[in-house]
T-cell receptor, first 115, second 115 residues
Framework: AQSVTQLGSHVSVSEGALVLLRCNYS??????LFWYVQYPNQGLQLLLK??????LVKGINGFEAEFKKSETSFHLTKPSAHMSDAAEYFC?????????????FGAGTRLAVHP | EAQVTQNPRYLITVTGKKLTVTCSQN?????MSWYRQDPGLGLRQIYY???????DKGDVPEGYKVSRKEKRNFPLILESPSPNQTSLYFC??????????????FGNGTRLTVT
């Protein structure tokens, strides 16, 4: 069965510092993987997705993630944090081999950015 | 503007009083889904619908009902709400089934409190 583990429920970085949010997955089939962001009082927005093309995936707002099959990881990074990046981030894996759109979400990581 | 609209945004009710949370999308999406978000648990799927008159249980369907009589609407019904259904609820839709090409679009959420 597919599952997602996000390491660290809270991450705090300084403005301008590297952002690294960790996600490990388990899947019995080649996975579709996603990162979503949730700003306060809003729904989730898609940051980026991996669908078995390039292993390094670039998303919106300067974020990117690298699919590493050997480590079963899909960590999210951004070279330089902005105050506007403060939000909750969710990693998700698609349940099923693309035949239907059921996502299994991780518990989320809340990112705080301080001056 | 393409969007998923949920109503109400906030709802406080008492145990046992039937309620409905509405969800509507204007993107002609086939797939719609309901999730609940609880701290430390991420988002868990309640019900989903592949198309009109086609619905199925997600991972936490107990105590909920849905219907899909029209393509654009997917209401969530709590026949007899209980305090353990206090949560933040999200409706989401995508163009079609198949996670690789159809990212989910989320509504802004409904915060439900059952006393």
């Amino acid at each position: 069965a597919q599952s997602v583990t996000q390491l660290g429920s809270h991450v705090s970085v300084s403005e301008g510092a590297l952002v690294l949010l960790r996600c490990n997955y388990s899947s019995s089939v080649p996975p579709y993987l996603f990162w979503y962001v949730q700003y306060p009082n809003q729904g989730l927005q898609l940051l980026l997705k991996y669908t078995s093309a390039a292993t390094l995936v670039k998303g919106i707002n300067g974020f990117e993630a690298e699919f590493k099959k050997s480590e079963t990881s899909f960590h999210l990074t951004k070279p330089s944090a902005h105050m506007s990046d403060a939000a909750e981030y969710f990693c998700a894996v698609s349940k099923g081999s693309g035949g239907y759109n059921k996502l299994i979400f991780g518990a989320g990581t809340r990112l705080a950015v301080h001056p | 503007e393409a969007q998923v609209t949920q109503n109400p945004r906030y709802l406080i009710t008492v145990t046992g009083k039937k309620l409905t949370v509405t969800c509507s999308q204007n993107m002609n999406h086939e797939y719609m889904s309901w999730y609940r978000q609880d701290p430390g648990l991420g988002l868990r799927q309640i019900y989903y619908s592949m198309n009109v008159e086609v619905t199925d249980k997600g991972d936490v369907p107990e105590g909920y009902k849905v219907s899909r009589k029209e393509k654009r609407n997917f209401p969530l019904i709590l026949e007899s709400p209980s305090p353990n259904q206090t949560s933040l609820y999200f409706c989401a839709s995508s163009l079609r089934q198949g996670a690789g090409s159809s990212p989910l679009h989320f509504g802004n959420g409904t915060r439900l409190t059952v006393t």
